[in-house]
């Protein structure tokens, strides 16, 4: 086995260990490889900007053309046009890379109706913001995190009700394990 392989599942095994003690703040699967955490920067019921904040680890190489990363959320005011996405700040980090990626990520916006676990229809009219990468943003590397700072508002600036947002988790103040934002690579989920 080469070293990569060896480092790549000693990092598995040490990151599995961290969420089994860190307790019930990680309450959702991940993949074994693969683990997605995040929190809303901004707490606040009503606001005017949505601020969702994501991190990423990966224990194996992920091409981040491939990757989305889906944040939900419903739509509170009529207007015309589609919401704000903006990225504040988007870096890959670990033994093999230190990059700023901000100016490579952008989000695309689409009207959906999220299935409920029952099987009933969603009532309330929801969106998405798809949150993709430049083909030049490169490759996360095995044993590396890319942390996103975004930003998600109305065309005219009107308030949000985020108790009402499906990826909206009121408790988390920092990154958690969870699968509120779903991230899918290559198609498929991994979360």
């Known amino acids: 086995m080469n070293r990569k392989k ?9 990151l599995l260990v961290a969420c089994v003690v860190s307790g019930p703040t990680y309450n ?23 601020y969702p904040n994501v991190k990423i680890y990966t224990a194996e190489d992920l091409d981040l053309s491939e990757l989305v990363i889906t944040y939900w959320f419903v739509v509170d005011n009529d207007y015309d046009d589609f919401e704000q996405f903006f990225c504040d700040y988007a870096h ?5 890379q230190n990059k700023n990626i901000t100016s490579k990520v952008h989000g695309f916006f689409q009207d959906v109706t999220r ?3 029952d099987g009933k229809p ?8 798809n949150i993709y990468f430049d083909d030049s943003a490169g490759t996360l590397k095995a044993g590396s995190t890319l942390e ?28 958690t394990v969870g699968d509120d934002v779903i ?9």
């Open 6 to 14: 060896i480092f790549s599942k000693l990092m598995v095994c040490l």
């Open 28 to 50: 959702a699967t991940a993949t074994p490889y693969t683990v997605i955490s995040s929190y809303n920067q901004v707490r606040t019921r009503y606001i005017n900007t949505i």
């Open 92 to 96: 890959m980090s670990g033994p093999y």
């Open 115 to 117: 299935p409920r676990p």
């Open 122 to 129: 969603q009532t309330v009219y929801t969106h998405i913001v």
């Open 148 to 175: 996103l700072k975004t930003r998600i508002a109305a065309p005219d600036w009107s308030t949000f009700d985020q108790y009402n947002d499906p990826s909206f988790n009121p408790t988390a103040t920092t990154y």
């Open 183 to 191: 991230v899918y690579y290559m198609g498929t989920p991994l979360n």
